[in-house]
């Protein structure tokens, strides 16, 4: 089948193959959504290979779940949010958090200002790539995801506190890789 035939397959033409059995339809729907699925799975986990076992995991979910699909709001960001929680319960599996006490978050909290404005996404994201998985997870759920520290408390089976000490600590970090990031590109520049 050529390229410009699959993108003439409907969202609903996918959906209904896919819930026939339709081989042709499930690797189509795979192909189609596996770029942008691996990209979520890969902010979350520590390596690619990490990010490919969640990625698996996440289309045995959606081709069980496919029937739940109502129709309500779109069909990627219905798969999306399966990859999203399919990251997050591979994370709670590994235990990376670690609760800490009131008097340590409040010690963390605006230490520095945001730099990242000076850098290119591809950057930003080798960066957070370069946090602990704990600090990782959190700074994705919150920043990226838009959850807040109450859901990613509920959904981490860990406290509001742990959540925001665990942002605000990766906060700090990128801030500080961020600067290390910058002086290094300038001593390049300058030595060019």
């Known amino acids: 089948m050529t390229p410009e035939r699959n993108q003439n397959i409907t969202e609903s033409d996918l959906i209904n193959g896919c819930l026939q059995g339709d081989r042709r339809m499930q690797k189509e729907l795979y192909d189609r959504f596996s770029p942008r699925m691996y990209a979520v799975c890969l902010r979350y986990a520590g390596n690619s290979e990490e990010a490919q076992d969640i990625l698996q995991e996440g289309f045995i979910k959606v081709f069980k779940k496919l029937d739940s699909f109502r129709g309500d709001g779109s069909f990627e960001g219905w798969v999306r949010r399966i990859f999203v929680n399919t990251a997050i319960e591979h994370f709670r599996r590994k235990k990376y958090l670690t609760p800490v006490t009131e008097k340590e978050e409040n010690t963390i909290e605006g230490k520095y200002t945001s730099a990242l404005d000076s850098l290119a996404e ?14 990782r997870t959190v700074f ?30 990766a906060k700090v970090i990128l801030q500080d890789k961020v600067r290390n990031h910058i002086d290094a590109n300038r001593g390049l520049k300058s030595q060019s």
């Open 122 to 135: 591809k950057d930003i994201m080798a960066l957070i790539q370069e946090l602990s998985p704990g600090y």
């Open 140 to 169: 994705n759920m919150y920043v990226v995801e838009g959850y807040t520290h109450k859901e990613i408390a509920d959904m981490l089976g860990i406290s509001e506190g742990t959540s925001k000490s665990q942002l605000s600590r």
